[in-house]
């Protein structure tokens, strides 16, 4: 399998091997994605496409209806300002319910037609898996490959099919629409802008791939100390006896200083490519700004078209940048589908659904032969029949005897195939990314049976309890300890965020300071046109440096801060007895992910909490203090309403993430059934349970496609409710706005400073709390962390203390030993063993297992 789920090296019939790099081109046509949706997708698809285009041009009708406005402050009397604007308001009323619909059937059609159709692509992919010949898995394919694209390849066709098709269409909607509008109000100043717009486009392109793709460069550049974890922890007994532990220490160290380096040169780049983006995008309102006051002056232009024009432009150019991800993602799912779909379409030599041919009345074999031998296979295959019909009840139906059956065929299936399932499993849980363009998941692999008891709930209830105690108790300042020595760098990041806050609300001040320009005489126009513009120049030389100055810094003190947990960590861990490695919880991959994942977690509760604390505190800062400077009335006004501009921005942040729900998670236990299954699937066919094994797997998938069916309906109505919320507020503050104009209170350009100063700043909070990191897993990571930080081995290697021989001749002497090993305290291995080997002899044990034998030497 490859990293990303995607296809991998398989081989052919013939026994050669393809080569993954002719494979990986491969991939199915898009619309072939939709070739398993029935009549009700198909449905959904057409009015999610609907709900999409209108969504997207919700925007473009909002600059005109902006533009409008401008003009019924600026050029009506203000005696009659209210009726004007008024009949504005109106409009965007309109819109605002319109729009709350369109989204609403955009996000929700889309995420439930998706959820549909990827589970039915699941049941079919396993079906067709369970009805192949054993050969097949002899020669095409391996049980691994079969759960990794189980796990990782269906979640990238479902993030190709679902909310990212509609999300694509709004956003290409947006573009044209935009485009359309900017042209027909004022097509010289649009042709003008256009020019800016190709560099907005690549910018913001790149800037969205950089970002879906930052966390798995640091977990590239982490890859090579990861491998010493692995072969670490993997061999601890030998690194142990030959006290290795310091060798491999500082071999983890090193690996660990290059990827510190690489975590800073993200922050770095990031910081740059977003700086350059907000350069080109203030660049180009200061371009707008001048060349529009020149037509408003030599062609007849007004204020509004002008604004009209820039924003269309704008905000179509912008979203055509926010298609990346969406492509990005459809690319994944084509080259994803291609085997699978190939899978499903294979029919087998020996088709175990197939009913027809002869059925014998009479079978003669060797039964009483073959069940000579209590051991054998065959004696076991009765024996496990024989079990299922003990005790039957008469008034059980046939399909109560199904489930009997099929209970027994499971723990066959969990006893005969446990470890390469449990392989299997490691494989599955980190074969394919996270759903979430800004971050990733490692889960880590615990062994989960077919079928679950009560204990097992328990015993999952108690941890997760155990879990949510640890969180709770969690010290910040403990942890802010440990990036005490990065406080300069912490500063000078904390200034550069400060300056990044206060961009949102000068910018809000400057287009309403342009807006108002609009309208002054020619000869006062032409002066001020560049001064504004300048402006804009200057605030988008502002962003470049304050941007990468916070993002370069902060990523420094995340980055030490992740290599210090990390070595202090494992430092902990090659320092425990041997015993606590015996623990499936304390693996080398369940190490190795607390150390990956776990540590890049606890650095977002420092670093990345700070640097949205402090921006928001001076974003939140400037646009209070320029909104009530300006009109504290109509301040207080929009302050009231503004929770509702920033539950707009926070949903709005949230469809950039995207809404659904980590599949992977959701289908954790049906996974789990066909992860067995697979893993095997000799058992499964030597007892014809491929229909119960599709019967679980279905009653599996039952529930999480029910949750992910309403997690769609409720995301679409909250992003519905967004933009409700969004176009109801402006009408609202405009309306309030014109009445205090009318009435002496306000005058055209306070009423837009306060708006621009405050909505805007919300937007900017909202937004960015939105991209904020999972607290509640953060939390999680560093409880586990500071567990291993905690622990105290009760043989602790690290420690020089006690007696040191001064000489060492060599005897080993056991004196009535008794031996059980921690996690197997039933099984008893050792009982009232004594054994001499004076030095420099040779000793021959014979034990009856030769297991013995390595416990023995284990001992030793």
Known sequence: MTE????????????????????????????????????????LMVVGTVGAIANGLSQPFMTLFFGQLINSFAATNTSNVIHEVSKIAVKFLYLAVGTGIASFLQVSCWMVTGERQAARIRGLYLKTILRQDIAFFDTETSTGEVIGRMSGDTILIQEAMGEKVGKFIQLISTFLGGFVIAFIKGWLLALVLLSCIPAVVIVGGIMSMMMSKMSSRGQIAYADAGNVVEQTIGAIRTVASFTGEKRAIEKYNRKLQVAYAATAHQGLASGIGLGLLMLIVFGTYGLAVWYGSKLIIEKGYNGGIVINVIMAIMTGGMSLGQTSPSVNAFAAGQAAAYKMFETIKRKPSIDPYDTSGITLDNIEGTHEELIQDPEGAYSQLVRLQEGA?????????????????????????????SHRVSTGRSV???????RHSFGFNYGIPVPIDVYETSEDVEGRTERSAKGNEK????????????????????????LGAVLHGVLFPI????????????????????????????????????????????????????????????????????????????????SSGAIGARLSTDASQVRSIVGDALALIVQNIA?????????????????????????????QGFLQGKFLKGFSADAKLMYEEASQVANDAVGSIRTVASFCAENKVMDLYQKKCDAPMKTGVRLGLVSGGGFGFSFFALYCTNAFCFYIGSVLVQHGKATFGEVFKVFFALTISAIGVSQSSALAPDTAKAKDSTASIFEILDSKPKIDSSSNEGMTPTSVRGDIELEHVSFKYPTRPDVQIFKDLSLSIPSGKEVMASPVHKGGIHTLIKLF
């Open 619 to 647: 974003t939140i800062t400037a646009g209070l203090v320029i909104s009530f400077t300006a009109n504290w009335i109509l301040a207080f006004i929009i302050l009231a309403v503004s929770p509702f501009i920033l539950i």
């Open 507 to 586: 910018f809000g001040l400057l287009i309403s300071s342009s807006i108002k320009m609009f309208y002054e005489p020619p000869h006062e126009l032409r002066k001020d046109s560049r001064f504004w513009a300048i402006l804009y120049c200057s605030l988008g030389v502002l962003a470049l440096v304050a941007i990468p100055l916070q993002n370069y810094f902060f990523g420094v003190a995340g980055g030490k801060l992740i290599q210090r947990i990390r070595a202090l960590t494992f430092e902990k861990v090659v320092h425990q007895e041997i015993s606590w490695f015996d623990d499936p919880a304390n």
């Open 389 to 417: 019909k003990e005790g039957e009840d008469p008034r059980i139906t046939d399909a109560d005897k199904s489930e009997t059956s099929f209970d027994v065929t499971d723990k066959a299936m969990s006893r005969s195939g």
């Open 428 to 434: 599955s849980r980190d074969s394919s990314s996270s």
């Open 471 to 494: 969180r709770q108790n969690v010290s910040i300042r403990r942890l802010a300890y440990l990036n005490k020595p990065e406080i300069p760098v912490l500063l000078i990041g904390s």
């Open 4 to 43: 990303n789920g995607g296809p991998s090296s398989s081989v052919n019939g013939n026994g050669n091997k393809k080569k993954g790099s002719e494979e990986t081109t491969q991939k199915v046509a898009f619309y072939k994605l939709f070739a398993f949706a029935d009549k009700k997708d198909v449905v």
